[in-house]
C-alpha cells in the first residue's frame, strides 16, 4: 500500500492518470455522439503514427507549443500566470515577418537576427506585463490579455498594410528563403541531394513531403537550459525563492521588482522564439489575417500545466499536444468525428491534471489508512 | 480516579490523530469543580487539541467524555455551550464597531413580545454578570475603542451571559502587559470563587504559580502529570514539561559595551494606513550590549524593524550603522552594512519553506562565492556550508539538507534562521520576537546564543512582547510605547512594575539611564 501510495504521488503518475481521464472522457462524448471510440482513436494514432511524415509533422507542430509551455512554466516559477504567452508569439511573428521580408541578408546572418528580434519582441510584450507589474501591482492575468488582443489587431493591421500584403491572399509576402531553418532546404531539392534521399524511401518523404526544421531541436534545447537556469544558476535561485515567498526573498535582500521583471522578459523572450520558429520552420513562412487566436500561446499553458511546470516535461507534453492537434485532423477526416474531440480531451486532461493534488491527498489517505491496519 | 460528580470535566483515554501525527495518545483530564486547572505544555504538546476536543471543535478518535459524572457526546461547539462549557480563544471574534453590550449579547438577543430588542432588559443581565465578579468593562464602550485586555474580558463575559461553568482560556495572557494579566488572576479567582471551573491553557510557569489549584503536564501527546503548583517550583514545572531539566535564568556576565555601532536618531515612520507609528525615536546600541525594546504588540515595533531593514520608508530621520546612513536603501544594502535580522515571523520573512534547509542557509548569500560562480550554483559548496551549519547550530533532525525547511518543528525553523543569520557575522544583530512558539528547551538555546554574539562584541537588539525575556536577557531596556520610546533603564535598574505601567502607557517615573 505504502508503494502505491508513493507512485501516486508522483508528477508523472498524475499526469499518466489524467490522459488516461482524457481518454475515457473523450470515449464517452465520441460514443454519445454515435461515432465508435476505438475506430476513432485508431484514426487519431494512426494519424501521429502510420508514415514518417505524420511523426514529422508531429515535430513541427510540437516546436512551438513546447516553446510557449516553456514560457508559461519559467514564469510560473516565479509565481507569475502568463497568459498573454500568445500575446508574445504573435507580436514575434508580427516582428519577424516584417524584417523577414524586408531585409535581404544571407542565412547565417538573417536567421540569428530574426531570431534575435523575434525574442526581443515576445520579451518586451512579456516585459511590459512584469513592469507593470512591479511598479503598479497591477495583476499580469488582466494585462496580459489585454496585450493578447493588442497583438491580436496590431497583427491584422500589418497583414492588411499594402507593402505587405500579398495581392490575391489573406496574408503577407513570406519571409526570404535565406530566413528559413528547414533541414537543408537546398540540398535536398538538387539533383544529388534528390539522387541521395530516392535511396532512403522514409527519409525522401520526411524531407520533401514535410517542412522538417530546426525547431524541435531548438525546443529540446531551451527546454534543457531553462531546466538550468531554474535549477542550477544564482538567477534561477533567486526567481524561484521569489515564486515561492515573496515576503521572505525581499527580506533577504532579493529585488522582488526586478525579479518579476525579469522572469516575464525571459518568459516572454521563449514565446517569442515559438513565434520564430513557427515562422521561419514550416510554411506558409508569413503571417495571415486572424479570425480568432491561433491558440499557439493558450495551448503553452495547457502544455505547461500537464507537464507540471518542469521544463523538460514540458517536451513531452509538447508532443502529446502536438500529436493530438495533428492526429486530430485524421479524425475528423476518416471517422468524420469533429476535430474538436482533441480540444474536450485535452481539456479533460488538464482539468485532471488540475485535480492532481486530490490523488495526492488519496494517496496520504491509504498511506494512513495502512498504517492504522499496520497497528 | 473514579467518575464523580466532584469534578465539573472528566475526560478519559482521549485519542487524536492528524495525517501521521499522533496528537493525543489517551490522555485523562480530571477538572473539579470551582477549581483553576492549568494545562501546561510546550507549543505542540497537544494542549489546545484536548481543549478543541471538549469544546467540540475537534471530535476525538477515541475515548470518553464526562461532564458532572455523566457520559457526553460533543459534536460541536453548540453542544459545549449546552452543556455550560466556553472557551475563549487566543484571536477575539468581537464586531469593532459594536458596543460591549451589543456583543455580549449577539447571538443571544433579548426580545419582548413583539420581538423587538430589549436592549433595556440585557444591559441589565450583562450588569449583573459584571458586578457579580468584578469585571471593570465599560459596557456602552466599542470594542474598538477599548483596550486589549478589555476585550479579553468581553470576549469571558460572552461565555458567562451564556450560562457557562466551565470556562476554557486559551494562552489569555499572551497579549496582556503584566498589569493586565494580574487583573486578569484576579477575575479568574472571583470566578472560581463563585462557583466556576476555570481550564487555563498556558506554558507560562509563573502564572501557573499564581493562580492555579492543579496542573496538568502534556508532553507529546501523553499526559506527564498533575501536580498542585503551590508545592512545586518552577523548575520541576519546566522539567517535566520538556522531559529533561532546563535553566530558566539566562546566564550571562554584565555587559561590558564599547563603542556605539548602531544609531537611530528622530527616526519617524508611518503604516500601512499612512498613521504616524514611529516617532521621532531615537537609540543608541553599542558593541557587547544586548538592546531590548519591550511593549504591548503594535506600538510600532514591526514599523521600527521594517524602517531599519528598509522595507518601509523613514518618513524622517536617520538610522547609521559604523557611521554610515542606511535608511530608504534596499534590504540588500541593510546586509550588505552586516545588519542581519531574525524575523518575527519566521515562516513568512525568514524561510522559503517550498526550498530545501540547505538552499535555505544560502537566500541571502547565493549571488557571490563561494556559492556561485559565473552565476552558476556550486552545489558542492553549498552542501558542505548547509552541512556545517546545520551541525554546529544542531538543527535537528541532522539529515535535513535536502529536505524542504516545511519538515522542520518551529523550534528547529528558527535554529535555521540564526545559522543563517549569525554565520553572516553582522555588527548588529536585530531579534524580534525570537522565541515566539518556542518550546522552553529551544528559548533557552536561543537566548544563550544572543548572549554568545554580545560576548563575541556584536550590537544585538531584541524586540519582544514577552516581557520577561526582554528584562532578563537585555543589558539595557527601553519600552516603547505609541512609537516612542518612554524610558531606557539598565538591566538592574529596571523593575517589572515600572516597566509594565510604561508599556501600558504610563508616566514616565524613570529618567534615562
Redesign the interface.
Known amino acids: 500500500m505504502r508503494l502505491t501510495a508513493k507512485i501516486l504521488k508522483k508528477p508523472i503518475t498524475s499526469a499518466l492518470i489524467a490522459i488516461v481521464c482524457g481518454f475515457l472522457v473523450a470515449a464517452v462524448v465520441l460514443a454519445a455522439a454515435g461515432y465508435n471510440p476505438w475506430q476513432a482513436f485508431g484514426a487519431l494514432f494512426s494519424g501521429m503514427f502510420a508514415r514518417p511524415k505524420y511523426i514529422s509533422n508531429v515535430l513541427i507542430k510540437a516546436a512551438p507549443i513546447i516553446l510557449t509551455g516553456l514560457s508559461v512554466a519559467f514564469a510560473y516559477k516565479t509565481s507569475l500566470f502568463n497568459i498573454g504567452a500568445e500575446g508574445q508569439y504573435i507580436v514575434s511573428a508580427i516582428v519577424v515577418t516584417l524584417l523577414g521580408v524586408r531585409l535581404n541578408l544571407p542565412a547565417p546572418l538573417l536567421i540569428p537576427v530574426l531570431l534575435a528580434a523575434g525574442m526581443l519582441a515576445g520579451g518586451i510584450w512579456g516585459g511590459l506585463v512584469g513592469l507593470l507589474k512591479a511598479k503598479y501591482g497591477i495583476h499580469e492575468v488582466i494585462t496580459s490579455i489585454m496585450l493578447n488582443w493588442i497583438a491580436f489587431y496590431l497583427s491584422n493591421y500589418i497583414v492588411n498594410l499594402p507593402a505587405f500584403h500579398q495581392p490575391d491572399s489573406t496574408g503577407t509576402y513570406p519571409i526570404r528563403e535565406s530566413g528559413y531553418i528547414m533541414l537543408l532546404p537546398n540540398w535536398k531539392r538538387s539533383p544529388q541531394g534528390m539522387a541521395a534521399l530516392s535511396r532512403i524511401p522514409w527519409l525522401r518523404e520526411v524531407m520533401m513531403r514535410t517542412d522538417v526544421n530546426f525547431g524541435i531541436l531548438i525546443a529540446v534545447y531551451m527546454a534543457v537550459l531553462v531546466g538550468f537556469v531554474l535549477y ?4 534561477g ?2 526567481l ?2 521569489v515564486g ?2 515573496r ?9 522582488v521588482g526586478r525579479s518579476l521583471l525579469e522572469s516575464m522578459l525571459i518568459s516572454g523572450a521563449l514565446s517569442g522564439l515559438a513565434g520564430c520558429v513557427a515562422i521561419m520552420g514550416a510554411a506558409p513562412h508569413n503571417i495571415s489575417t486572424l479570425a480568432a487566436f491561433e491558440n499557439n500561446g493558450f495551448n503553452g499553458l495547457s502544455v505547461a500545466f500537464i507537464a507540471g511546470g518542469s521544463p523538460v516535461g514540458c517536451i513531452f507534453a509538447g508532443l502529446l499536444f502536438g500529436g493530438f492537434l495533428y492526429g486530430g485532423q485524421t479524425v475528423q477526416a476518416d471517422v468524420g468525428a469533429p476535430s474538436e474531440i482533441i480540444n474536450i480531451m485535452m481539456g479533460t486532461i488538464v482539468f485532471f491534471m488540475a485535480l492532481s493534488k486530490l490523488i495526492s491527498t488519496l494517496a ?1 489517505r491509504l ?2 489508512g495502512s ?1 492504522l491496519h499496520a497497528e | 480516579m473514579q467518575i464523580s460528580d466532584k469534578y465539573a470535566v472528566q475526560m478519559r483515554g482521549i485519542v487524536k490523530t492528524f ?2 501525527l499522533r496528537a493525543l495518545d489517551h490522555v485523562d483530564l480530571d477538572v473539579r469543580k470551582g477549581t483553576i486547572h492549568a494545562l501546561l505544555g510546550e507549543n505542540g504538546a497537544g494542549k489546545s487539541t484536548l481543549m478543541n476536543i471538549l469544546y467540540g471543535l475537534y471530535q476525538a478518535d477515541g475515548g470518553e467524555i464526562y461532564r458532572n459524572g455523566k457520559r457526553v457526546r460533543i459534536k460541536g461547539p453548540n453542544d459545549a455551550i449546552r452543556l455550560g462549557i466556553g472557551m475563549v480563544h487566543q484571536h477575539f471574534m468581537l464586531v469593532e464597531n459594536f458596543t460591549v453590550t451589543e456583543n455580549v449579547i449577539l447571538g443571544r438577543e433579548v426580545t419582548n413580545s413583539l420581538g423587538v430588542l430589549d436592549m433595556k432588559r440585557a444591559r441589565e443581565d450583562v450588569r449583573r454578570i459584571v458586578e457579580k465578579y468584578g469585571f471593570q468593562v465599560d459596557l456602552d464602550a466599542k470594542i474598538e475603542d477599548i483596550s486589549v485586555g478589555m476585550q479579553q474580558r468581553v470576549e469571558i463575559l460572552k461565555a458567562l451571559y451564556r450560562g457557562v461553568d466551565v470556562l476554557i482560556l486559551d494562552e489569555p495572557t499572551a497579549v496582556l502587559t503584566p498589569q493586565e494579566t494580574n487583573d486578569l488572576i484576579g477575575i479568574m479567582r472571583n470566578l472560581a470563587a463563585g462557583g466556576k471551573t476555570i481550564i487555563l491553557i498556558t506554558h507560562k510557569l509563573k502564572e501557573i504559580k499564581q493562580s492555579s489549584d492543579a496542573c496538568t503536564i502534556i508532553r507529546r501527546g501523553k499526559l506527564i502529570d498533575t501536580v498542585n503548583p503551590q508545592t512545586v517550583d518552577e523548575e520541576t514545572l519546566a522539567a517535566k514539561m520538556v522531559g529533561h531539566p532546563v535553566r530558566l535564568v539566562v546566564e550571562k556576565t554584565p555587559a561590558q559595551p564599547k563603542d556605539a555601532v548602531f544609531e537611530i536618531d528622530r527616526l519617524s515612520v508611518r503604516d500601512k494606513r499612512g498613521l504616524p507609528a514611529v516617532k521621532d525615536l531615537s537609540l543608541k546600541i553599542h558593541r557587547g550590549e544586548i538592546f531590548g525594546i519591550a511593549g504591548v504588540d503594535g506600538n510600532g515595533q514591526n514599523e521600527l524593524v521594517e524602517a531599519i ?1 528598509c ?1 518601509a520608508r523613514a518618513e524622517s530621520g536617520t538610522i547609521k550603522i559604523n557611521g554610515e546612513e542606511i535608511q530608504n536603501t ?7 552594512h552586516k545588519i542581519s ?1 531574525i ?1 518575527s515571523d519566521r515562516q ?8 530545501s534547509c540547505e ?1 535555505n542557509t ?3 548569500k ?2 557571490s562565492g563561494p ?2 560562480r559565473r ?3 556550486q ?1 558542492g559548496k553549498i552542501a558542505a556550508y548547509a552541512e556545517k551549519l546545520i551541525r554546529e547550530y544542531d538543527v535537528r533532525p541532522s539529515t535535513c539538507a535536502l529536505q524542504p525547511a516545511r519538515s522542520l518543528s518551529g523550534g528547529n525553523q528558527q535554529k535555521l534562521i540564526i545559522a543563517r543569520e549569525i554565520s553572516n557575522e553582522p555588527d548588529l544583530l536585530i531579534a524580534v520576537q525570537p522565541t515566539r512558539g518556542l518550546d522552553v528547551g529551544a528559548i533557552e538555546y536561543v537566548h544563550k546564543m544572543l548572549v554568545h554574539e554580545r560576548d563575541a562584541g556584536k550590537a544585538v537588539l531584541l524586540i519582544s512582547l514577552e516581557l520577561d525575556e526582554v528584562l532578563s536577557v537585555s543589558d539595557t531596556i527601553a519600552v516603547l510605547y505609541g512609537g516612542s520610546i518612554l524610558g531606557t533603564f539598565r538591566q538592574d535598574q529596571a523593575d517589572e512594575k515600572t516597566i509594565g505601567l510604561l508599556m501600558a502607557g504610563g508616566k514616565r517615573h524613570a529618567v534615562n539611564s
Open positions: 542550477r544558476t544564482a538567477k535561485f533567486e524561484r525563492a515561492f515567498n515576503d521572505a526573498a525581499q527580506f533577504a535582500g532579493i529585488d496520504d498511506a494512513k498504517a | 495525517g501521521s531593514t522595507l534596499t534590504p540588500q544594502n541593510v546586509i550588505r535580522t524575523p513568512r520573512h525568514g524561510l522559503v519553506l517550498d526550498f538552499q544560502i537566500l541571502e547565493y549571488r556559492f556561485s552565476g552558476v550554483l552545489n
